[in-house]
């Protein structure tokens, strides 16, 4: 979401801004906390606990496209970045950060994975990661799609011979049971089996994000 400032939240409304800077707004509702990207560089994090009355500078430089939390944050404190480089894990809400890159294919072997053109565009995280710890992502420089069944600690290769560019990707509510898996870009794929094997959806618009309503699927 851009803005043109960066606002505060009220019990009763959004009221005046801190500072004019454009943002990206990632919400963890059930603990009051707000994560905000400055997307003028997406390189500085602004961290609310109290929702959105005081702010604290997250100590992270890099270049970030998208934040993921476990969806037992208020427990394990867990959130999960994607950026220019890799991904990043945090397991204290954002104070200290490991950088989890282990599994991910060099497209120039004779470099540090760190030296490649990883982007990683997008994530998202099981809605049981508390007991299987699965975690997707999307390398957007290659369409490249990982998966994590350890909390980030290694990641596999699912494909990264879909047609068309990927950009974002998201897991069904009820993931745990159906194992269902969407990613979009140029098209919209679909897995049932945890990323094994991938459908086209035959929607070719341009996918430049999903979402899945509800508890259910």
């Not at 998208?66 to 954002?94: A, C, E, H, R």
Request: net charge neutral; glycine share 10%; aromatic share 12%.
């Amino acid at each position: 979401m851009a803005l043109c400032e960066l606002y505060r939240f009220k019990a009763l409304g959004i009221t005046s801004a801190r500072k004019p800077v454009h943002t990206h707004l990632f919400i963890e509702i059930s603990n009051g906390n707000i994560y905000i990207v400055d997307s003028v560089d997406s390189t500085k994090i602004y961290k609310s606990t109290d929702k959105g009355e005081n702010w604290k500078y997250v100590p992270l430089s890099a270049q970030i496209n998208n934040l993921t939390f476990s969806p037992s944050y208020s427990q394990d404190n867990t959130v999960f970045i994607s950026m220019f480089g890799g991904i990043v894990k945090s397991i204290d809400g954002g104070n200290n950060w490991t950088v989890k890159n282990n599994g991910f294919i060099k497209d120039n072997p004779g470099h540090d994975v760190d030296d490649d053109p990883l982007q990683m565009s997008a994530t998202t995280i099981s809605p049981s990661y508390s007991s299987d710890k699965t975690i997707f992502v999307v390398d957007g420089s290659n369409s490249a799609i990982y998966r994590s069944t350890n909390g980030g600690n290694n990641w596999n290769l699912l494909t990264k011979d879909l047609p068309g560019n990927i950009g974002s990707i998201v897991i069904s509510p009820t993931y745990t049971t159906d194992k269902v898996v969407f990613v979009g870009g140029s098209y919209l794929y679909k897995s049932t089996n945890s990323g094994s094997t991938w459908t086209n959806m035959n929607f070719t618009q341009g996918i430049y994000g999903i979402v899945i309503a509800g508890e259910t699927f």
